[in-house]
Nanobody, 123 residues
Framework: QVQLVESGGGLVQAGDSLRLSCAASGRTFSRYDVGWFRQAPGKERELVAAISRSGGSSTYADSVKGRFTIARDNAANTVYLQMNSLKPEDTAVYYC????????????????WGQGTQVTISS
């Protein structure tokens, strides 16, 4: 089973960009679909973006379409989330998660989780 470590969070102003990274341990990372989730205070955790194990398929929440881009480098065991035109409502703890099961990448069936990284957008 892989272990996941997120990095790249921080405090930025509205309109700025951030790139989050999710680094995985282990040699089987290419067998995992990977998703980025976020959870704001008082709100449920939501799927932001996900990418299939091959990188050939991806999906985005409507709220981030056109602003966020998910990508992966299986040789580097890393998945990235490029976040542009950030808004205060993007403020949350962002989690990277992975799954080997065959369910759709947009499903909430991810079972390996990182510890999260805080993203704060000031207005």
């Amino acid at each position: 089973q892989v272990q996941l470590v997120e990095s790249g969070g921080g405090l930025v102003q509205a309109g700025d960009s951030l790139r989050l990274s999710c680094a995985a341990s282990g040699r089987t990372f290419s067998r995992y679909d990977v998703g980025w989730f976020r959870q704001a205070p008082g709100k449920e955790r939501e799927l932001v973006a996900a990418i299939s194990r091959s990188g050939g398929s991806s999906t985005y929440a409507d709220s981030v379409k056109g602003r966020f881009t998910i990508a992966r480098d299986n040789a580097a065991n890393t998945v990235y989330l490029q976040m542009n035109s950030l808004k205060p409502e993007d403020t949350a703890v962002y989690y990277c998660a992975a799954k080997m099961n065959p369910f759709n990448i947009a499903s909430m069936t991810y079972d390996v989780w990182g510890q999260g990284t805080q993203v704060t957008i000031s207005s």
